[in-house]
């Protein structure tokens, strides 16, 4: 039976969890799946493409339906995107360079960005906001997975995460409060 795309991506992602990001080689995809490394790139054209496919299937099971309530909906989009990614070992690593690749391949983030919108968000600073929330999800679960590995406590990471959500959400709410930026600071 050929090999397919989904079955490429699905294995990619399956070593990841079991074994990180340093482990997840096209030489070792190539030899789990019982196929030469080149056979690979009919499927993904390198393996930056390959992770950027990971970072979205990793996400794939997180929820996107929206309540109409839309700060509560990104609340809930975010916790459910860190306990997606957090229990896979290098996680945010894979998804943030996912997003930095390509910010529209993961479909939890464009969903996130829609979502800010619906705030009332618009234009570059929808773009930024959309940046600094998942700059701070994967920066939180990245940071918490360093703590594990180095044994030490990741006590109140969560709280912390939380906290960092709330202070976003809330300035947004409030975009009359919100700095605007001088015409030539737009630019830069």
Not at 100 to 117: E, K, M, N
């Amino acid at each position: 039976m050929p090999l397919s795309t989904d079955e490429v991506i699905d294995t990619a992602a399956e070593l990841l969890r079991r074994h990180g990001l340093a482990d997840l080689s096209m030489r070792r995809l190539a030899t789990e799946l019982g196929v030469r490394p080149g056979a690979l790139y009919w499927h993904v054209d390198n393996k930056q493409t390959l992770l950027i496919r990971v970072a979205d299937r990793v996400l794939a099971d997180v929820p996107t339906t929206t309540t109409g309530a839309p700060a509560r909906d990104i609340r809930r989009l975010l916790s459910d995107i860190r306990a997606a990614v957090l229990p896979v070992p290098d996680g945010g690593e894979v998804v943030a360079l996912g997003y930095a690749l390509d910010p529209t391949s993961v479909q939890v983030f464009v969903h996130l960005r829609r979502l800010i919108g619906d705030l009332g968000v618009a234009g570059r600073d929808r773009a930024a906001a959309t940046d600094l929330i998942v700059h701070h999800v994967l920066g939180s679960i990245a940071a918490q997975q360093d703590r594990q590995l180095a044994g030490l406590s990741t006590r109140g990471a969560a709280a912390a995460f939380d906290r960092g959500v709330a202070l976003v959400l809330d300035r947004l709410t409030q975009p009359a409060a919100a700095p605007r930026l001088a015409p030539q600071e737009e630019a830069t």
